[in-house]
DNA sequence: CAAGTCATGTAACGCGTTACATGATTGG
DNA sequence: CCAATCATGTAACGCGTTACATGACTTG
């Protein structure tokens, strides 16, 4: 049901096509969420037909159909409703910190080779997270432009508050698992080497 | 499909029936990886006409039937298999930060509110593995005693080590959304103080 | 003898993923 | 004119959740 409120919170922006959110949830929105085409496209069906979103058909030249969503009173009601009400907390679950906790049953590249990919994959969802938060604390976020634009001036600083601060969040835990994947290779190495004594030579050093 | 690893996993320490594994799932190793009953035991079954288990019949004194469920050889060729296998990254889908980001649409009070639970919520599973991380380094974690005294004492390190890798990866991103909250209710803070400007007084004041 | 917990499941449902399908328009 | 991108979906499947169902054994 989620899918449904990040649709919502996009089109209180401003409105804006099918395509165009999916290309959205496909790039900056989708570092927060991701949604495919297959998902969005039936439910903003479901939510029009629930009178959260108005379409308007956009027959440009052609007769090309393109429907652009804008979202109704209903939705913004909804949506208020939404961000009034707490969620719930379900317990984490989360395979890489199961399969951390099973690393000896792995070869030991193997074990390292996971763990290099763990720290890559963050590190880039830091880089993009960072990006994004800058893009919001200097405004060129277009979403975030369009919605300033929407709305009065006394409430932009909150508005770049909040979003800048959700960013944030994703940043610190990108650098909090980064960092763990740094401790786990330093693990593995102090491990192989216990086993291996003084064994060879560190091939490789990590900045 | 990581149920299926997560019960492996379990059963490499030891043989269990499926009551004893959904008990854990609900208290020590729910912390990493939670499963309702009704999963586990046709998961269980499945597993087992995969070969990957093999079950026996425990009929203690009357005719209550109990299964009791040992890992195969074909089993731990899976297990190891998987623990050799690099998992997928998939892009995070966090509906606590979305919410944050849309934080200026709730009632202040609500706002408050929700990052008090997430505050409280994540201060308990920090607790939970606190506690859980010292009866991996100090032995005590019934499992992983089970574990230890079916394995050659010179992987023990390695085998704690592991252990105490993975909670201490939970550990420092439960700390890191603890600090985020108490950002998060800074920022509310200091957003309201300039709405309202002096105000009044602070009637709660965090540790 | 009643309440709790031991012990094992089935059924229905929903969200999300992957794969598949189609056709129009635009730019090189 | 061909490839990329615009634009919109359908279908099948799987994992996980919630609710429901049952009965035996144990402890106070």
Redesign the interface.
Known sequence: M?LR??LL?LL?ARPLTAYDMAKQFSASV?????APDSQIYPELRRMESDGLVEARELTSGGRRTKREYRITDDGLVE??A??????D???????????????????PA??R??LQ??LT?HSE?LQQWLAQRDGVLDRSNPTLAARLENSPAE?H???V???A??????I??A???V??AR??ID?LDR?SG?AAEAGGDVEERRA
Chains 1, 2 share one sequence.
Request: negative net charge; without cysteine; aromatic residues 18%.
């Open positions: 989620s409120y990040a919170a209180t989708g570092h927060v969420w991701h949506f208020r939404w961000a009034d009400t707490p969620l907390y379900q317990r984490e679950r989360d395979v890489h910190h199961l399969k951390a906790a099973y690393l000896e049953w792995a070869d193997a074990a080779e996971q990919r763990h994959f969802q409430e600083e909150r508005v508050a909040f979003k601060f959700a960013y944030e969040g994703l610190e835990r650098r909090t698992e960092a763990w401790r786990g693990l491990l216990t």
